[in-house]
């Protein structure tokens, strides 16, 4: 029996002979591709080198990439487990041609590959392949490799044409497919790939032919270098030489499924019953890598699609008994399996159990309560003889539990029940909106006050955070974070945290509050936001990690230093911003607001009417000089007053107390302010104003970044010219704007012609229908489908037939992305007389499980299953009669 291992090898060695260079696979975390969560295929990793954007030094590539389809638009998740092919985490080998060899190459290299003795070795007789409809470059190589001409089935656009986008590079794909046999057939008539594409053809090599270059009116151009990439499906493969039927039976799950079976003492069973074990398996290795690859559980972006993917894992780990968390004791097996391909994993296993297992322990202390309120859920519904879970119901889970909602549904699923997804969403926006709503008072008005009159007895937080980014503390109060009350807290809970002494700045000026964490022996606690008192009370808002907290305890308090770093380029560039406006726009300019954040900086100010290009180019020009020049920022304490004199300038609003802190950037910009800074202004790198419009009479905004921030903003943008530039086939960059506004009159030219022909289409469709006039009572009736593209288009075509008509009733139907737009027009001697339009169509409409209605002369309505229409539209006759005859 051929290993999976081997098989990744053996394809890797075979296409190295053949002149390919060995490229490993790269992250999991798709580098410089925002349109993607992870990556999931093995050319994402040269999108660019196929678009034209970058050149290697190789021109052949063999890899063995890594994948995840989870989340996002190519998600398996669902389906994991329950069928024998589906993975969020699987393994796509490939090689690649940059403009170099093409059709006859690689089909003879897969041909050889998948039926040489020293290779694969697979029966040629089991072999058949798909091909684009019109491609008979590939017909003629199969059939020199002696494929016979009924096992090689040509395929339409769907199924056989492949393209990276709208636009781009596309071009026929050509599939290889073994017949697994007749016991595996559906017992259709005709069992064929092209017919009912059952099991018994199993595809596992994808050849994708990059021959041309899809424009935006859907022209395709042939390439001049055009591109191979493949991808042969490694489980698949495995399946398929392991002699195996289900992908989880190979090697490469086998062995992790066994350790399940070792850690829960229940059998396999290679059916429904073995479901557990097979998503188990599939997860925890998905897991394993994704943290390998510096993905961390969290609630957004691809932490949260992964903690999705473990508490599924853990939640079928409860149907086999398990209690506590086992899934990092699964983790092993994955790394004896994977760890001589990838090293990362062998690498990163301690900290991969480690973070597995915190995460099973978050989830079990909630799992056990949620699961036993839901049971009562589901007691409740059978009893009451109901099929659908109340949105009430699933978000009480969530909201007391932290039990997911894909869980509830998994549960539902299995029960035969749905769940009120609907519902669920509308009680989490409306806990999203209290939340938030919290969050503004906690801090403010009567909440203020709770806190206040709990630590009246507490001296005030001495803050060293100026100078020191951690500092040793004692924890001298540990309050509820809603009702103020002294506590304690555990793993978990939220509260706040009063110190002695804090190095964390809180949110004031504009300056939101520090982030970082707070440490003791056993004891890891999260800073998520920073608040101050009038008392002078620091108010850190947190949540317990790990270990217990309470009042007494000594802590390292450490801010988060690049969160840290970020927000201070941004305040000190703030300052800067606010004296430019000033020097282009004149002194009338005050600061009505701002917000300094670690990734921008927001700034309001008091002027009429927007800012013209040249006026902020003006702005940005006097903050990037103070930035070259590397002016010094400095600070001081003096009386107010004496700032004042000084040019001090003042936040209108603002309450200052005798003595002030003032900021001065060498000697263009001194304003009083208690936030976190620079040292020099070079520091900030650069600035870039990324926006700027009004917000309230009289008061503009603008908004900006620095640092890194500016320098992944203007990347972004020449990335953005760079494909534009592509896609208009601009010499360069600075040809887009000619380029673009030859396409524009272009399309422009087009649309009035594609105006043009569909009036006449639609004319000649409704004199078609007009030609096929029915009588019902003595009155006319056209009804028919059309394929009109708007309701508008069908309005204005059913106004055309019934002034031909003179006198009768028009109804007519267009279905357009699934859905049916109606429409019903009686002639002015009949509406509202004998024929009323509105309740007309309203009939219609239900009939294709819609509604609507409208004027006795006019009226429209909408339906959901076009497969009703036909039915429907027949209906018409019967319908109006039943008016006629009212």
Same mark, same amino acid.
């Given at each position: 029996?051929?290993?999976?291992?081997?098989?990744?090898?053996?394809?890797?060695?075979?296409?190295?002979?053949?002149?390919?260079?060995?490229?490993?696979?790269?992250?999991?975390?798709?580098?410089?591709?925002?349109?993607?969560?992870?990556?999931?295929?093995?050319?994402?990793?040269?999108?660019?080198?196929?678009?034209?954007?970058?050149?290697?030094?190789?021109?052949?590539?063999?890899?063995?990439?890594?994948?995840?389809?989870?989340?996002?638009?190519?998600?398996?998740?669902?389906?994991?487990?329950?069928?024998?092919?589906?993975?969020?985490?699987?393994?796509?080998?490939?090689?690649?041609?940059?403009?170099?060899?093409?059709?006859?190459?690689?089909?003879?290299?897969?041909?050889?590959?998948?039926?040489?003795?020293?290779?694969?070795?697979?029966?040629?007789?089991?072999?058949?392949?798909?091909?684009?409809?019109?491609?008979?470059?590939?017909?003629?190589?199969?059939?020199?490799?002696?494929?016979?001409?009924?096992?090689?089935?040509?395929?339409?656009?769907?199924?056989?044409?492949?393209?990276?986008?709208?636009?781009?590079?596309?071009?026929?794909?050509?599939?290889?497919?073994?017949?697994?046999?007749?016991?595996?057939?559906?017992?259709?008539?005709?069992?064929?790939?092209?017919?009912?594409?059952?099991?018994?053809?199993?595809?596992?090599?994808?050849?994708?032919?990059?021959?041309?270059?899809?424009?935006?009116?859907?022209?395709?151009?042939?390439?001049?270098?055009?591109?191979?990439?493949?991808?042969?499906?490694?489980?698949?493969?495995?399946?398929?030489?392991?002699?195996?039927?289900?992908?989880?039976?190979?090697?490469?799950?086998?062995?992790?499924?066994?350790?399940?079976?070792?850690?829960?003492?229940?059998?396999?069973?290679?059916?429904?019953?073995?479901?557990?074990?097979?998503?188990?398996?599939?997860?925890?290795?998905?897991?394993?890598?994704?943290?390998?690859?510096?993905?961390?559980?969290?609630?957004?972006?691809?932490?949260?699609?992964?903690?999705?993917?473990?508490?599924?894992?853990?939640?079928?780990?409860?149907?086999?008994?398990?209690?506590?968390?086992?899934?990092?004791?699964?983790?092993?097996?994955?790394?004896?399996?994977?760890?001589?391909?990838?090293?990362?994993?062998?690498?990163?296993?301690?900290?991969?159990?480690?973070?597995?297992?915190?995460?099973?322990?978050?989830?079990?202390?909630?799992?056990?309560?949620?699961?036993?309120?839901?049971?009562?859920?589901?007691?409740?519904?059978?009893?009451?003889?109901?099929?659908?879970?109340?949105?009430?119901?699933?978000?009480?889970?969530?909201?007391?539990?932290?039990?997911?909602?894909?869980?509830?549904?998994?549960?539902?699923?299995?029960?035969?029940?749905?769940?009120?997804?609907?519902?669920?969403?509308?009680?989490?926006?409306?806990?999203?909106?209290?939340?938030?709503?919290?969050?503004?008072?906690?801090?403010?008005?009567?909440?203020?006050?709770?806190?206040?009159?709990?630590?009246?007895?507490?001296?005030?937080?001495?803050?060293?955070?100026?100078?020191?980014?951690?500092?040793?503390?004692?924890?001298?109060?540990?309050?509820?974070?809603?009702?103020?009350?002294?506590?304690?807290?555990?793993?978990?809970?939220?509260?706040?945290?009063?110190?002695?002494?804090?190095?964390?700045?809180?949110?004031?000026?504009?300056?939101?509050?520090?982030?970082?964490?707070?440490?003791?022996?056993?004891?890891?606690?999260?800073?998520?936001?920073?608040?101050?008192?009038?008392?002078?009370?620091?108010?850190?808002?947190?949540?317990?990690?790990?270990?217990?907290?309470?009042?007494?305890?000594?802590?390292?308090?450490?801010?988060?230093?690049?969160?840290?770093?970020?927000?201070?380029?941004?305040?000190?560039?703030?300052?800067?911003?606010?004296?430019?406006?000033?020097?282009?726009?004149?002194?009338?300019?005050?600061?009505?607001?701002?917000?300094?954040?670690?990734?921008?900086?927001?700034?309001?100010?008091?002027?009429?009417?927007?800012?013209?290009?040249?006026?902020?180019?003006?702005?940005?020009?006097?903050?990037?000089?103070?930035?070259?020049?590397?002016?010094?920022?400095?600070?001081?304490?003096?009386?107010?007053?004496?700032?004042?004199?000084?040019?001090?300038?003042?936040?209108?609003?603002?309450?200052?107390?005798?003595?002030?802190?003032?900021?001065?950037?060498?000697?263009?910009?001194?304003?009083?302010?208690?936030?976190?800074?620079?040292?020099?202004?070079?520091?900030?790198?650069?600035?870039?104003?990324?926006?700027?419009?009004?917000?309230?009479?009289?008061?503009?905004?603008?908004?900006?970044?620095?640092?890194?921030?500016?320098?992944?903003?203007?990347?972004?943008?020449?990335?953005?010219?760079?494909?534009?530039?592509?896609?208009?086939?601009?010499?360069?960059?600075?040809?887009?704007?000619? !380029?673009?506004?030859? $396409? &524009? =009159?272009?399309?422009? @030219?087009? #649309? %009035?012609?594609? /105006? *043009? +022909?569909?009036?006449?289409?639609?004319?000649?469709?409704?004199?078609?229908?007009?030609?096929?006039?029915?009588?019902?009572?003595?009155?006319?009736?056209?009804?028919?489908?059309?394929?009109?593209?708007?309701?508008?288009?069908?309005?204005?075509?059913?106004?055309?037939?019934?002034?031909?008509?003179?006198?009768?009733?028009?109804?007519?139907?267009?279905?357009?992305?699934?859905?049916?737009?109606?429409?019903?027009?009686?002639?002015?001697?009949?509406?509202?007389?004998?024929?009323?339009?509105?309740?007309?169509?309203?009939?219609?409409?239900?009939?294709?499980?819609?509604?609507?209605?409208? !004027?006795?002369?006019? $009226? &429209? =309505?909408?339906?959901? @299953?076009? #497969? %009703?229409?036909? /039915? *429907? +539209?027949?209906?018409?006759?019967?319908?109006?009669?039943?008016?006629?005859?009212?």
């Amino acid at each position: 029996m051929m290993t999976g291992s081997e098989i990744r090898t053996k394809f890797i060695e075979f296409f190295k002979q053949k002149g390919h260079t060995h490229v490993p696979s790269s992250s999991l975390v798709p580098a410089n591709d925002p349109t993607l969560l992870f990556t999931n295929a093995g050319m994402n990793q040269f999108k660019d080198v196929f678009l034209g954007l970058e050149q290697r030094p190789y021109k052949r590539a063999v890899t063995a990439q890594k994948c995840v389809r989870a989340g996002g638009k190519h998600n398996d998740l669902d389906a994991v487990g329950r069928t024998a092919r589906h993975h969020t985490f699987f393994e796509m080998l490939g090689n690649f041609s940059f403009g170099d060899y093409f059709k006859k190459e690689a089909l003879t290299w897969a041909w050889e590959f998948v039926t040489s003795k020293e290779w694969l070795g697979l029966d040629p007789d089991r072999i058949w392949v798909t091909i684009y409809k019109d491609d008979d470059e590939a017909y003629e190589i199969w059939r020199s490799l002696g494929l016979p001409p009924e096992r090689i089935v040509r395929m339409g656009e769907k199924d056989n044409f492949w393209a990276m986008g709208d636009t781009g590079p596309c071009g026929p794909c050509s599939e290889i497919f073994v017949d697994m046999g007749e016991e595996y057939s559906c017992g259709a008539e005709r069992c064929a790939i092209d017919t009912c594409g059952c099991d018994r053809w199993r595809e596992f090599w994808n050849n994708v032919f990059m021959q041309y270059n899809r424009d935006a009116d859907g022209r395709l151009t042939p390439l001049e270098r055009p591109g191979v990439d493949t991808g042969l499906g490694l489980e698949r493969a495995a399946s398929i030489l392991q002699g195996v039927w289900s992908n989880y039976d190979t090697d490469l799950l086998r062995r992790i499924i066994d350790r399940v079976v070792e850690l829960s003492g229940v059998p396999y069973d290679p059916g429904e019953k073995g479901m557990p074990h097979r998503v188990i398996a599939d997860h925890v290795r998905c897991c394993t890598f994704l943290i390998a690859d510096g993905v961390r559980f969290s609630n957004e972006g691809r932490g949260y699609v992964m903690r999705r993917i473990l508490r599924r894992a853990v939640r079928y780990g409860r149907t086999l008994g398990f209690k506590e968390p086992f899934m990092y004791r699964v983790v092993p097996a994955v790394v004896e399996l994977m760890g001589d391909a990838y090293p990362e994993v062998r690498e990163n296993q301690p900290l991969i159990e480690q973070e597995i297992k915190k995460e099973e322990e978050r989830f079990f202390a909630t799992l056990e309560r949620g699961m036993e309120k839901l049971e009562e859920v589901l007691a409740r519904l059978r009893r009451d003889g109901r099929t659908e879970i109340p949105g009430d119901d699933a978000f009480f889970l969530y909201d007391s539990y932290g039990f997911p909602l894909d869980i509830v549904q998994d549960v539902a699923r299995e029960q035969g029940l749905r769940v009120d997804e609907e519902g669920f969403q509308r009680r989490l926006q409306e806990q999203r909106e209290r939340a938030r709503a919290a969050r503004d008072v906690t801090y403010t008005g009567e909440r203020l006050k709770v806190f206040a009159d709990h630590l009246q007895d507490v001296p005030p937080t001495e803050f060293v955070g100026y100078t020191d980014l951690v500092a040793e503390a004692t924890v001298l109060a540990v309050l509820n974070a809603e009702t103020g009350e002294p506590t304690g807290a555990g793993a978990g809970d939220t509260c706040i945290v009063v110190l002695d002494r804090t190095p964390f700045y809180a949110e004031g000026g504009g300056q939101v509050g520090d982030q970082g964490l707070m440490t003791a022996p056993g004891l890891t606690i999260r800073v998520e936001d920073t608040k101050k008192l009038p008392a002078g009370h620091y108010l850190h808002l947190v949540t317990v990690e790990q270990g217990y907290l309470e009042r007494g305890q000594r802590v390292t308090a450490a801010v988060d230093r690049e969160r840290r770093r970020a927000t201070m380029k941004n305040h000190t560039a703030t300052h800067l911003l606010h004296k430019a406006l000033r020097e282009v726009l004149g002194t009338h300019v005050q600061q009505a607001g701002s917000l300094v954040a670690p990734d921008r900086l927001r700034f309001d100010f008091t002027h009429d009417g927007p800012l013209t290009p040249e006026q902020i180019r003006a702005v940005e020009e006097r903050v990037n000089r103070a930035v070259e020049e590397g002016l010094p920022v400095t600070w001081e304490y003096k009386p107010l007053e004496e700032a004042k004199a000084e040019g001090a300038m003042a936040l209108f609003g603002e309450k200052y107390g005798e003595i002030v802190r003032v900021v001065s950037i060498g000697d263009y910009s001194k304003e009083l302010c208690g936030g976190t800074h620079c040292t020099s202004a070079a520091q900030i790198g650069l600035f870039k104003i990324v926006s700027e419009g009004g917000v309230a009479a009289g008061v503009r905004r603008v908004e900006a970044v620095t640092g890194r921030g500016a320098y992944e903003y203007i990347r972004t943008l020449e990335e953005r010219l760079e494909q534009a530039a592509v896609a208009l086939k601009a010499p360069s960059g600075a040809d887009v704007p000619a !380029r673009a506004e030859a $396409a &524009m =009159a272009q399309i422009r @030219s087009l #649309e %009035k012609e594609v /105006e *043009a +022909l569909r009036a006449r289409l639609a004319r000649h469709e409704a004199d078609a229908l007009l030609a096929a006039v029915q009588e019902v009572d003595g009155v006319k009736l056209v009804a028919g489908r059309t394929g009109a593209g708007s309701a508008d288009d069908l309005r204005q075509m059913a106004d055309y037939l019934r002034d031909k008509l003179g006198s009768g009733v028009v109804v007519l139907a267009a279905v357009a992305e699934g859905k049916v737009t109606l429409v019903a027009a009686a002639t002015k001697d009949l509406a509202g007389k004998r024929v009323h339009a509105g309740n007309l169509v309203r009939e219609l409409a239900r009939r294709v499980d819609g509604s609507g209605g409208g !004027r006795p002369d006019m $009226a &429209m =309505a909408g339906g959901k @299953s076009p #497969e %009703k229409l036909a /039915e *429907a +539209l027949a209906a018409a006759p019967e319908v109006l009669r039943a008016q006629l005859d009212g």
